[in-house]
């Protein structure tokens, strides 16, 4: 199952006009879809997952899909009618008190579609994913701007209306020549730095 990509923070970055989203702070969770099994196959970033190696997360997650079927039959039929026969979807797993990755037990979680990649196609593009799934759950579109210092300082000071208290994912082209970036708020990153050491903190902030 195709893993997620690291996303360049503002010192790796490059600059480049592109489409504007809102950063959900949570777990990255992806599901696999295929026309033959359905949905069949779940992982974290990194790893498969299972009842056995992450009973808690595995529950929470599970709980979450199928309370939410009726949207996961609405990305199935989009899958079909773009004759796909494979297809990894990304979502950002959070709730409400989520924080860096960590998660209240037992509180209401949300599967949030982040990205889309369709068998050995890469990553949708940015307006190929607004024109599809626009009328999905996603996060907030913010519009297209330039990726740039200045929007990165406005992120950071919290004057980008409509960005989340993480801050903000940046994308632009398509396929394996998709480019994204992101910046964070200072309060997150200050309240991170609270919680934390220095070194897992700069951990967290670059992750």
């Given at each position: 199952?195709?893993t997620?990509?690291?996303?360049?923070?503002?010192?790796k970055?490059?600059?480049?006009?592109?489409?504007?989203f809102?950063?959900?702070d949570g777990?990255?969770?992806?599901?696999?879809?295929s026309?033959?099994h359905g949905?069949?196959?779940?992982g974290t970033?990194?790893?498969?997952?299972?009842?056995?190696?992450?009973?808690i997360?595995?529950?929470?997650?599970?709980?979450?899909?199928?309370?939410?079927?009726?949207?996961?039959?609405?990305?199935?039929?989009?899958f079909?009618?773009?004759?796909?026969?494979?297809?990894?979807?990304?979502?950002e797993?959070?709730g409400e008190?989520?924080?860096?990755?960590?998660?209240?037990?037992?509180?209401y979680?949300?599967?949030?579609?982040?990205d889309?990649?369709?068998?050995?196609?890469?990553l949708?593009?940015?307006?190929d994913?607004?024109?599809?799934?626009?009328?999905?759950?996603?996060?907030?579109?913010?519009?297209?701007?330039?990726?740039n210092?200045?929007?990165?300082?406005?992120?950071?000071?919290e004057?980008?209306?409509?960005?989340?208290?993480?801050?903000?994912v940046?994308?632009?082209?398509?396929?394996?020549?998709?480019?994204?970036?992101k910046?964070?708020?200072?309060?997150?990153?200050?309240?991170?730095?609270?919680?934390?050491?220095?070194?897992?903190?700069d951990?967290?902030?670059?992750?």
């Amino acid at each position: 199952m195709k893993t997620y990509p690291s996303i360049p923070g503002p010192k790796k970055a490059q600059y480049f006009k592109g489409y504007i989203f809102q950063k959900l702070d949570g777990s990255n969770i992806r599901i696999e879809w295929s026309k033959k099994h359905g949905w069949h196959k779940f992982g974290t970033r990194r790893r498969l997952l299972s009842s056995e190696n992450d009973p808690i997360m595995y529950n929470e997650v599970m709980n979450t899909f199928h309370r939410e079927e009726a949207e996961f039959n609405k990305l199935a039929k989009i899958f079909k009618e773009q004759r796909w026969q494979k297809v990894t979807a990304f979502f950002e797993f959070w709730g409400e008190h989520s924080f860096a990755g960590v998660h209240v037990p037992g509180e209401y979680k949300n599967l949030t579609l982040i990205d889309v990649a369709p068998y050995k196609e890469g990553l949708l593009g940015p307006k190929d994913f607004l024109k599809l799934f626009g009328d999905c759950k996603i996060p907030r579109f913010l519009g297209i701007m330039n990726f740039n210092p200045e929007l990165i300082r406005k992120v950071y000071n919290e004057e980008l209306e409509g960005a989340g208290l993480e801050g903000i994912v940046a994308k632009a082209g398509k396929g394996h020549s998709l480019i994204m970036a992101k910046a964070k708020t200072k309060e997150w990153i200050d309240e991170v730095k609270a919680r934390y050491s220095n070194k897992d903190a700069d951990t967290i902030i670059n992750s």
